[in-house]
């Protein structure tokens, strides 16, 4: 049989990495349950409005979706105070990543990013035929004048994950602000804020209300966090509606399924289970850090809803040592971070599990 070779864009490419199943981990080591602490998802579960709307539309699972996403743009058309064709919605915000890459980049563009950051920025980049210029992250966090130098006549788009995933951390909203306003305004700036309702720092800049001012901004939020839709797979766009227009070209027809739609309507309705999840994110996530630097570890300044803790090759056995414990957190190695590992800040249960590991291995291994 003759090989069919696939597009030369795959080459080398690694499809992401989305782990053993926790029905596996639990017959591996014997654990009855585990705590989840891997992928960022938002542990109070959603609001009970969300599971209300998919018990009354479950009866319209025969029909098909409005192509339009007709009441969840409305809906978010009010919250945003934002016209409704400057919206895009998509199978999560991933898909409004993809859409924005197929629409806009040609062979051989530059695309600008942090060298750690969400690796979906890059993959569909490369799909496409562009290039990925990364930039490293300074003290962890975005280097913004870096990222402007990168700048080429190549240059197609950048991003900005802020706050940045995997690392939690902000840019200044006075830096962020003027790097925006640098950027020529034949390049696309991409902010990616899937985390921004969990900030409670005042140097944060959400950037929806510039796009009046900036055409070429486009505004990534989903539904896959705080609103604890990740099941579902809603997130949405926010851009000059130019630029809607054409990902609308690009997008699928019935992207975004019925139920996710009545979901995210409900969801975004319960702004006091958003408020309350995210008052609960920030006085575990500063006993978390409290805790750690305790037990001789230097997480990271988050301001979303996990830490990235830096690590000792050393310390690698820790992650058998969560395992064994019924944890599950996400092990990586970044530029500048030989060995780390992502953590999701939890319920209080799941965080005392967290640390009693983290305490009994730093008697062993930090001094």
Same mark, same amino acid.
């Given at each position: ?169 902000i840019t200044g909203?006075? !830096? @962020?602000? $003027?790097?925006? +306003?640098?950027?020529?305004? %034949?390049? /696309? ?6 985390? #921004? ?48 227009? !054409? @990902?609308? $070209?690009?997008? +699928?027809?019935?992207?975004? %399924?019925? /139920? ?6 409900? #969801? ?5 289970f958003v408020s ?92």
């Amino acid at each position: 049989m003759s090989r069919i070779n696939p597009r030369k864009e795959l080459e080398g490419m690694i499809p992401y990495q989305v782990g053993e199943s926790l029905e596996e981990l639990k017959k591996r080591y014997g654990v009855a349950e585990f705590y989840k602490m891997s992928d960022n998802e938002n542990p109070y579960g959603t609001s009970p409005l969300v599971k209300e709307a998919i018990q009354k539309y479950s009866s319209l699972v025969h029909l098909y979706p409005d192509g339009n996403s007709s009441l969840i743009v409305n809906a978010l058309s009010e919250y945003h105070q934002q016209p409704v064709d400057r919206f895009v919605i998509g199978n999560g915000s991933d898909e409004v990543i993809r859409l924005i890459a197929r629409a806009y980049i040609n062979s051989g563009d530059e695309a600008v990013m942090a060298d750690a950051t969400f690796p979906r920025y890059q993959t569909n980049v490369l799909l496409e035929g562009g290039r990925a210029v990364t930039v490293p992250l300074k003290n962890g966090i975005h280097d913004l004048g870096a990222m402007q130098e990168a700048i080429t006549e190549s240059t197609k788009m950048v991003f900005v994950c802020n706050p940045n995933n995997p690392t939690g951390t902000i840019t200044g909203k006075l !830096e @962020l602000y $003027k790097f925006i +306003d640098s950027i020529p305004e %034949n390049i /696309l700036i991409i902010v990616d804020e899937a985390y #921004a309702e969990y900030v409670t720092s005042i140097d944060y800049l959400e950037t929806v209300q510039l796009i009046d001012k900036y055409p070429n901004l486009v505004v990534l939020r989903t539904f896959s966090k705080i609103y604890g839709l990740a099941g579902l797979r809603i997130g949405y766009g926010v851009m000059h509606p130019d630029i809607a227009a !054409e @990902l609308k $070209k690009a997008k +699928d027809v019935f992207n975004v %399924n019925h /139920l996710a739609e009545m979901a995210a309507v409900a #969801a975004l309705s319960d702004q006091k289970f958003v408020s309350a999840s995210a008052a609960n994110n920030h006085s575990e996530r500063d006993h978390l850090i409290s805790e750690l630097h305790s037990a001789g570890f230097a997480p990271l300044p988050s301001e979303a809803n996990f830490l990235f803790v830096p690590l000792a090759k050393s310390q690698e056995s820790i992650f058998e040592a969560f395992l064994k414990s019924g944890i599950l957190v996400k092990m990586m190695s970044l530029p500048g971070f030989s060995l780390g590992m992502r953590v999701t800040i939890g319920q209080k249960e799941a965080n005392e599990a967290f640390l009693r590991v983290i305490n009994s291995f730093a008697i062993e291994r930090v001094v």
